[in-house]
Antibody, heavy 120, light 110 residues
């Protein structure tokens, strides 16, 4: 079964750091670009970042550029999101997602999400 | 404010056909393909349409997508109560170098 499972969310103070993890299984992880997408409470979907197959190419939303870092470990089938200098507006459910087939951005496999709350 | 503009709400009765629009610009919809997602309450999004009009396996053919210029549409025919959900369009933006999501449309089945 193709599956993504996020972990690492929690409550953190403004200015703090958190590292999210996404464990992939049931497919050849190294063959796919991967994404992080977030959703603030009661709000819409917002794309955060993506990384290519070998981890050498990354893109970020302007709102997180310079604060968040996406990375992957293909040997362990793991995707990560290192989040620094967290702000209240980063509070959201964070999803990792895998694109379909040979597309880079059409995300057809999603994790269940992990909740990040930034508050003092 | 999303760069991809969707109506905040839409509605229809069972069996009806409804469409949801998504308006963008030359740097996103005008030069890249459009994807559509469905999100039921409390669940992760689900890919409904990719590359403007392709359906992933398992998505009923009641769902269809189209694109013209800098706009796209999602059509749902034979509306069913289980279609009540939030719908999002998305496209790569060449200027921002990122994926843009629309603000979402809440579909109500009356």
């Amino acid at each position: 079964e193709v599956q993504l499972v996020e972990s690492g969310g929690g409550l953190v103070q403004p200015g703090g750091s958190l590292r999210l993890s996404c464990a992939a299984s049931g497919f050849t992880f190294s063959g796919y670009w991967m994404h992080w997408v977030r959703q603030a409470p009661g709000k819409g979907l917002v794309w955060v970042s993506r990384i290519n197959n070998d981890g050498r190419s990354t893109n970020y939303a302007d709102s997180v550029k310079g604060r968040f870092t996406i990375s992957r470990d293909n040997a362990r089938d793991m995707l990560y999101l290192q989040m620094n200098s967290l702000r209240a507006e980063d509070t959201a459910v964070y999803y990792c997602a895998r694109p379909v087939g040979d597309t880079r951005n059409a995300m057809d496999v999603w994790g269940q999400g992990t909740t990040v709350t930034v508050s003092s | 404010q999303s760069v991809l503009t969707q109506p905040p709400s839409a509605s229809g009765t069972p069996g009806q056909r409804v469409t949801i629009s998504c308006s963008g610009s030359s740097s996103n919809i005008g030069s890249n393909t459009v994807n559509w997602y469905q999100q039921l309450p409390g669940t992760a999004p689900k890919l409904l349409i990719y590359r403007n009009n392709q359906r992933p396996s398992g998505v009923p053919d009641r769902f269809s997508g189209s694109k013209s210029g800098t706009s796209a549409s999602l059509a749902i025919s034979g509306l069913q109560s289980e279609d009540e959900a939030d719908y999002y369009c998305a496209a790569w933006d060449d200027r921002l170098n990122g994926v843009l999501f629309g603000g979402g449309t809440k579909l109500t089945v009356l």
